[in-house]
């Protein structure tokens, strides 16, 4: 069970070193600018629908993240 846990703790740490770099590479210029298109969506430019949906995509993640860490972080603070 002791395995499992830090598992577990090494894979939420894990995803939170890599939450900055996709953000990172969401919002690079390369990406950004196949959105550029003069489409819309409900009367919004394609690429005002991209940035707002990433930047909310990743404000969840990271709420979500910071509750799994807190949550192992309890855990380890028990178990200790």
Same mark, same amino acid.
């Given at each position: 069970?002791?395995?499992?846990?830090?598992?577990?703790?090494?894979?939420?740490?894990?995803? *939170?070193?890599?939450?900055?770099? =996709?953000?990172?590479? /969401?919002?690079?210029?390369? %990406?950004?600018? +196949?959105? $550029? !298109?003069?489409?819309?969506?409900?009367?919004?430019?394609?690429?005002?629908?991209?940035?707002?949906? *990433?930047?909310?995509?990743?404000? =969840?993640?990271?709420? /979500?993240?910071?509750?799994? %860490?807190?949550? +192992?972080? $309890? !855990?380890?603070?028990?178990?200790?």
């Amino acid at each position: 069970m002791g395995d499992e846990a830090a598992l577990k703790a090494a894979k939420t740490r894990d995803a *939170a070193l890599v939450l900055p770099l =996709a953000g990172l590479a /969401l919002f690079t210029p390369p %990406l950004i600018e +196949v959105f $550029a !298109a003069d489409e819309t969506i409900f009367g919004a430019p394609l690429i005002v629908v991209y940035v707002f949906t *990433a930047w909310a995509g990743l404000v =969840a993640a990271a709420f /979500l993240l910071s509750r799994r %860490l807190a949550r +192992v972080a $309890a !855990a380890r603070g028990e178990a200790e």
